[in-house]
């Protein structure tokens, strides 16, 4: 099947690359400056500068032409996913759209499978999420994550199509946990970062990673995913990954807010607006979010790092 990526950032940039090694790949950005310098000059020297284009790649700005492709990779942010959806509706009808991107929608509430559902009903809806930075990929290094379709047929069919020799999908149908895994484990990242940030150490990091996978896991059964999804790639793996290290945008938003650093407003943090939709949902439904709550308040100025660790300290004792 042919493979179109919708957005030319880093991870998309990277998926393009690794599934060049299968076949042609259209890969579309929407500056059409940028994608002329792209299909010139081989490279994305803005958003992954040391990974050379396959020639495999055919950079456009052309939606249209990115959109004649069977199966299309939508890496844009969660945020604009919707917009991105409107904008070319016509031309995404009827064809297998593959969300890219983690988060919750802030107006709505939901996730990127229910956004396109919702805005392109006519299209097959999937989602790649889980452990992954764009340089590994892009490096050829090897990469897991989870592909998560309701139709298991068309799962199965993407998984075969989407697998590279780097890049290794294992399948679920539980397309709900997939897309809360991706959208709060962004959260906690945020928190984790603020917290070392803060010089609270790696003992109270650990102590916020395990009462924010709790968190998770709350959230996502109530909104009917399933247990073992949380526990795998797109929740437990992606949990891991991005509350550990710098090149996780939202851990390195937290570091800042910990340092009172300032942080560059052009890079793209899914957790800011992901914890406000959780805050907002929390409040609305009476359920117990403290540390999604907080992370908000925290993203948002409305208390400092400092503060916010000292209310979830205090907060009542309780059976784990």
């Given at each position: ?12 940039t990277a998926l393009a690359i690794s599934l060049a090694g299968k076949g042609p790949v259209t890969l579309w950005a929407r500056d059409p400056e940028q994608a002329q310098m792209m299909q010139n000059h081989r ?278």
């Open positions: 099947m042919s493979v179109s990526v919708l957005g030319s950032g880093a991870f998309g490279v994305n020297s803005a958003r992954l500068p040391n990974a050379p284009l396959p020639k495999a790649i055919t950079v456009t700005s052309d939606a249209d032409l990115a959109a004649e492709s069977e199966i299309i990779l939508l890496s844009v942010p969660m945020q604009k996913l919707r917009s991105a959806l409107c904008a070319h509706s016509a031309t995404l009808r009827d064809k297998t759209l593959v969300a890219c991107c983690k988060g919750i929608e802030l107006t709505s509430g939901l996730g990127p499978v229910s956004v396109i559902r919702e805005t392109v009903p006519e299209a097959r809806a999937a989602l790649l999420t889980g452990p992954s930075f764009a340089n590994d990929i892009a490096r050829g290094l090897p990469t897991a994550l989870t592909l998560a379709c309701a139709d298991d047929a068309i799962g199965r069919d993407l998984q075969h199509e989407l697998s590279t020799t780097n890049l290794r999908l294992y399948r679920t149908a539980d397309t709900i946990g997939a897309e809360l895994g991706g959208a709060l484990k962004n959260v906690m990242a945020i928190g984790c970062g603020a917290c070392i940030g803060e010089g609270m150490g790696e003992s109270a990091r650990a102590a916020l990673m395990t009462r924010g996978f709790a968190e998770m896991q709350r959230f996502a059964l109530m909104r009917g995913a399933r247990p073992e999804t949380l526990m795998g790639l797109s929740g437990m793996g992606d949990l891991v990954l991005t509350c550990c290290s710098e090149l996780s945008r939202n851990y390195r938003f937290g570091l800042s807010l910990g340092r009172q650093d300032a942080f560059d407003t052009n890079t793209t943090v899914e957790g800011v607006a992901t914890a406000k939709a959780l805050a907002k949902i929390a409040k609305a439904e009476d359920l117990d979010m403290p540390i999604s709550t907080i992370v908000s308040e925290i993203s948002t100025g409305k208390c400092s790092v400092g503060e916010a660790m000292r209310w979830l300290l205090n907060r009542p004792l309780k059976e784990e």
